[in-house]
């Protein structure tokens, strides 16, 4: 099944590149697009690679990230989203270097790992790309999964092709699990058990950024004292639903604020039609924000968390829609009362803990969502005890990185045992 995956791959590379490539280019983006092809920058031997598709994974790698770079590991950090590449340098800005991932043909694949050399690869929440999986093995990569996880769904998909995935799988020298069902299934699909063993998740391992309580204390101060809820991470079919939700709200309170913050930049503007639609005074960041002013906007990355920490309650996306639901455990962390769809088959795990913790309500719609925003932003105490108990399962679940660090330890020493120098076929 490979050689079939291999011209296929070839075949779709122009659709690939235009599809990742597609709309305005960013800041330092003009040209990026050859490192999908493995034109990279040649780089020193011996770097540890860590892969983390996207925002969601970069945010999940931050702390392991962190913890490496005190350590004085050099790290080549890759994306596939340019959302992702964003967030990296926003939070790492030169401390890492980033790169593209390479599509996933033969050439591409090869000339990629030729140049970046890596010592060792990660690869943050299982993305199973059959040719670079291939070419680690051929050229000695150890291969790490950290915080790895297999939804019901992605399950399914993978079992169709199980000849091609359990072949990639072989290339995996260990796979950090999140949770036993998560390894169970990586063993379903091929992965030796001796291989597998279970880290629970890096996101309980939340750290607050240095400054997060000042830059909330800001907006707190700008904002006056409202009532003030996020909406975090949305997806396309939610924002109508949370403006709707935001209308009913503000009958009852209608001092309350709104904070839009969608999980894809490029639909701003469709966002903002349906703000323009719905009639809501409104306004992006850096713009002042007035008694009149309903919803702020939020149109950049790497702010999220700081909205978060300034506001009463949170909303999670990803979970009113069946997209499986985004990072419950941020708002958590920082002691707010979480709020989300019934979608949450991504965070199932999280859920899980922070419902059983009182520290998560799940509703199913925009009216019961409206309903729990009046209760909580009318009773301070109410909120408080919620934001304490979700803040407690959080804390509860810590541990993950340190596993994580002791588990990849025989990779990461360049002189030992667990080392393996490169040594792939011939480029």
């Known amino acids: 099944m490979l050689p079939i995956y291999r011209l296929l791959t070839l075949l779709l590379t122009p659709l690939a590149l235009i599809w990742l490539h597609r709309g305005k280019a960013g800041t330092g983006e003009r040209g990026r697009w050859r490192e999908r092809l493995g034109r990279v920058p040649e780089g020193s031997p011996g ?192 924002e109508s639903v949370l403006i709707e939700a935001h209308r009913r709200l503000r009958h009852s309170r209608p001092e309350a604020l709104l904070v839009l913050a969608p999980r894809h930049l490029e639909r701003l503007e469709a966002v903002t039609r349906l703000l323009d639609g719905a009639e809501l005074e409104w306004c992006r960041l850096g713009d002042p924000v007035d008694a009149a002013t309903e919803v702020v906007l939020i149109d950049r990355l790497g702010v999220l968390l700081e909205y978060y920490a300034a506001a009463d309650a949170a909303f999670v996306g990803g979970s009113l829609v069946p997209m499986g639901g985004h990072n419950l455990l941020e708002p958590a962390a920082l002691a707010k009362p979480v709020l989300a769809g019934p979608y949450l088959e991504q965070q199932a795990d999280a859920a899980r803990v922070l419902a059983n913790g009182d520290g998560l309500l799940v509703v199913r719609d925009g009216e019961e969502l409206a309903r729990a925003l009046a209760d909580w932003l009318g009773d301070q105490g109410l909120r408080q005890r919620r934001g304490a108990a979700a803040q407690a399962a959080v804390q509860a679940g810590r541990g993950s990185l340190q596993l994580t660090l002791a588990a990849l330890e025989p990779w990461l020493q360049r002189d030992g045992a667990g080392t393996r120098p490169p040594q792939g076929l011939p480029d």
């Open 47 to 238: 770097r540890v690679w860590l892969h983390a598709a996207s925002v969601g994974e970069v945010n999940a790698a931050t702390g392991l990230i962190r913890a490496l770079l005190a350590r004085g590991e050099q790290i080549v950090v890759s994306t596939m989203t340019r959302t992702g590449a964003a967030l990296c340098r926003e939070l790492f800005g030169t401390d890492v270097e980033h790169l593209y991932l390479p599509l996933d043909n033969p050439p591409a694949v090869r000339a990629w790992l030729k140049r970046v050399q890596p010592r060792s690869g990660l690869i943050v929440e299982t993305e199973i790309w059959p040719e670079l999986y291939a070419r680690c093995k051929d050229r000695n990569i150890p291969l790490l999964l950290v915080n790895a996880r297999i939804s019901p769904a992605a399950m399914r998909r993978y079992q169709r092709f199980r000849p091609l995935v359990g072949g990639a799988l072989s290339a995996v020298t260990q796979a950090m699990c999140q949770t036993g069902a998560d390894a169970e299934r990586l063993v379903r699909l091929g992965l030796p058990e001796t291989r597998v063993r279970i880290s629970g998740n890096l996101k309980f391992d939340f750290e607050r950024p240095p400054g997060l309580d000042e830059r909330a204390r800001a907006l707190r101060q700008a904002w006056g004292q409202r009532p003030v809820w996020v909406a975090g991470s949305t997806r396309p079919g939610e």
